[in-house]
Nanobody, 115 residues
Framework: QVQLVESGGGLVQAGGSLRLSCAASGSIFSINVMGWYRQAPGKQRELVAIITSGGSTNYADSVKGRFTISRDNAKNTVYLQMNSLKPEDTAVYYC?????????WGQGTQVTVSS
């Protein structure tokens, strides 16, 4: 089994920064993709950013230039540095790990950006 534990959410003013962390434990394969998704009230869950075990990244257009995803393979941890936050970034942020054709989700962490 795989467990994902997120941390780092909170309340921040527009223009501020937050850093999310997600630690994976359990049966983690060396080849996988980790990422962050978010879901705002009344909206579908959407991709924010993903990173492969080799370090390749992909971002949603809405966060390019503001968010940076990174990972520490030795710690099975993925990070999301969020700068220049906007009220529209307000959502529950979920960590995801995809390996061996199966996806796993964390419990989510709330990010609220006030204007």
């Amino acid at each position: 089994q795989v467990q994902l534990v997120e941390s780092g959410g909170g309340l921040v003013q527009a223009g501020g920064s937050l850093r999310l962390s997600c630690a994976a434990s359990g049966s983690i394969f060396s080849i996988n993709v980790m990422g962050w998704y978010r879901q705002a009230p009344g909206k579908q869950r959407e991709l924010v950013a993903i990173i492969t075990s080799g370090g390749s990244t992909n971002y949603a257009d809405s966060v390019k230039g503001r968010f940076t995803i990174s990972r520490d393979n030795a710690k099975n941890t993925v990070y999301l540095q969020m700068n220049s936050l906007k009220p529209e970034d307000t959502a529950v942020y979920y960590c995801n790990l995809f390996q061996a054709n199966r996806g796993y989700w964390g419990q989510g962490t709330q990010v609220t950006v006030s204007s």
